[in-house]
């Protein structure tokens, strides 16, 4: 059977570090408070220049450097995003021209935080299906335009940056030790839109708007969603977590990351955490983080890998894949 094995690996980060100590003189908080609540110490900003196409396109160039492969190789392109450099074209059209790609397709993918994950289930689908044998699979953000520098709850929260990956067609067996994707499971509901959303649009507001959240909904809602399709995943695989070598979860907030750990019986030295230097990165939170794990040799091949994420909507997912 054919299996989406992942065979390149990359991230971008803009060059400005905002540390927390810089909020002090924009709203009422502190680096304790922030520390504290969500483990966050820092996070990137983009600076003049630095879109989500450009993080994007440089967290590609460094995953097809990882995979020893160059734009030719690449039959389709799909970016996780909720900050498009333009309502439309698709930003990963954009990402395709950066890259000289004059062929294949490239499209968009809007989930926010869970983006990636959604991501790169369909993308395994496009492989699976014999529709592409090698995607670019990105999760890219500039999630600072959209927070309002005055809501001390949310500026705090996020930042720039892009992860990428190469997936590539596999030969599998249909056994758990095959490598690549083994299971993947997505969930959706609209009945929470107002508590995780930007208030603007062009169909509503002809303007970009301000993201909004309700945190203590977030976080209650947060760690049973998750722990929910994980368990799904686990079933359709056929395996417990205790099998399970790494956990690389949407980088949003470190208690939540710690009680669904706890909830699922995953150690914490199982558990890759970047949310202290990035912030909440939304689609490229599980690529980043996922990038920082393969490239400092936590993650090696052979090794049974478990991404999560949540994100507005809601939505969630999760994807059990063999490195």
Known sequence: MIRSAVTGIGRALPERVMVNKEFEELVATSDEWIVQRTGIKQRHIAGDGETTASLGEEAARN????????PADIDMIILA?????????????????????????AFDV??????FIYALTTADLYIRGGMARRILVIGAETFSRLLDWEDRTTCVLFGDGAGAVVLEAAEGVGLTSDTGILAAKLRSDGAHCDKLYVDGGPSTTGTVGHLRMQGREVFKHAVGMITDVIEDSFSMAGITSDQIDWFVPHQANRRIIDASARKLGISEDKVVVTVDQHGNTSAASVPLALSVAAG?????KGDLVLLEAMGGGFTWGAVLLRW
Request: hydrophobic share 30%; net charge positive.
């Open 110 to 115: 809007q989930a926010v935080c869970t983006g």
């Open 63 to 70: 995953a097809l450097k990882s995979a020893g492969r160059t």
């Open 296 to 300: 400092d040799g936590r993650i090696k």
């Open 81 to 105: 995003t909720s900050t498009p450099d333009n309502t439309f074209p698709a930003t990963a059209v954009n990402i395709q021209n950066r890259l000289g790609m004059t062929h294949g397709a």
